[in-house]
């Protein structure tokens, strides 16, 4: 099943930066109710807009989510802080998912944290020379990644490696050097791969579009995880339809599933 990270409570979009600052509990219990119900097998968590203030912030959210959703939701813990990382980790009352980590020397003692700690974890494939270009530069940092964390102890069945995909708007060859990625990762490596979907749409007209069709290209390619906004009703029939179509939905249930919710949220005429 591939693993849904609901994305839409991050301080860096302004209507979530605002309702931090202010405290808006009804707005953040708003975004974290529709997207678990929409699908979204964890909740990420970014309070990081207010660097300054950025563990308060992060253990707020996180209070006000368990109590919204229960202490058994998964919340994903966004920083690239540790010590935000470790105290944010011990407020979970349910075994979070960390985001995120890297083969930058400076994500080191996020390693391992994640290895202490025993969490699901989610890497980027980038190290000291930064954004990736190509699919072997993604695959070469992936590799690196999984050495690193299995040396200090992170299992890699828990490590979802994000492989970045990056706008086509600035470079038509990104979205097929992540796709080549995820295919290659899967087929060498045998590690997850997972991508913020939105990325490859940036500065484009029709993003939901592009949105879905991408999502359903990286299914075909054997994506495990998917950043992205499950409120988004198309973007997520895409991808219902996308594993049905390529075998891994069994007996089409999921699909079906999700034809018969739909079919009954609308309207009668």
Not at 250 to 261: L, S, V
Request: one cysteine or more; aromatic letters at 2%; hydrophobic letters at 40%.
């Amino acid at each position: 099943m591939l693993r849904i990270v609901g994305e839409l409570i991050n301080s860096t979009r302004s209507r979530v930066g605002s309702a931090l600052a202010a405290r808006d509990e009804t707005f953040i219990r708003r975004l974290a109710r529709d997207q678990h119900e929409a699908g979204a097998d964890v909740i990420d968590l970014n309070a990081g807009g207010s660097t300054d203030r950025e563990l308060e912030g992060l253990l707020w959210l996180i209070e006000i989510v368990e109590d919204e959703l229960g202490t058994d939701a998964c919340l994903g813990i966004d920083t690239s802080d540790p010590d935000v990382m470790e105290k944010a980790i011990a407020a979970c009352s349910a075994a979070p998912m960390m985001n995120s980590i890297s083969n930058e020397p400076s994500k080191l003692p996020l390693i391992e944290i994640a290895a202490d700690r025993g969490c699901d974890v989610i890497g980027l494939a980038m190290g000291e020379k930064g954004m990736p270009k190509t699919a072997d530069d993604r695959v070469a940092e992936t590799a690196a990644l999984l050495e690193k964390c299995t040396a200090r102890g992170v299992d890699p069945e828990r490590l979802y490696v994000d492989q970045i995909c990056m706008s086509v708007a600035s470079d038509t060859t990104q979205g097929r050097a992540a796709l080549d990625a995820v295919r290659r990762v899967r087929d060498e490596l045998a590690v997850k791969t997972l991508v913020a979907v939105s990325n490859v749409s940036f500065g484009l007209p029709g993003r939901r579009l592009l949105n879905r069709t991408y999502l359903a290209l990286l299914v075909a390619a054997g994506l495990d995880g998917a950043i992205l906004d499950p409120t988004d009703r198309e973007l997520m029939a895409t991808l219902c339809a996308a594993r049905a179509l390529v075998g891994v939905d069994e007996y089409c249930m999921g699909y079906i599933g999700h034809h018969r919710a739909s079919q009954a949220r609308e309207p009668s005429t």
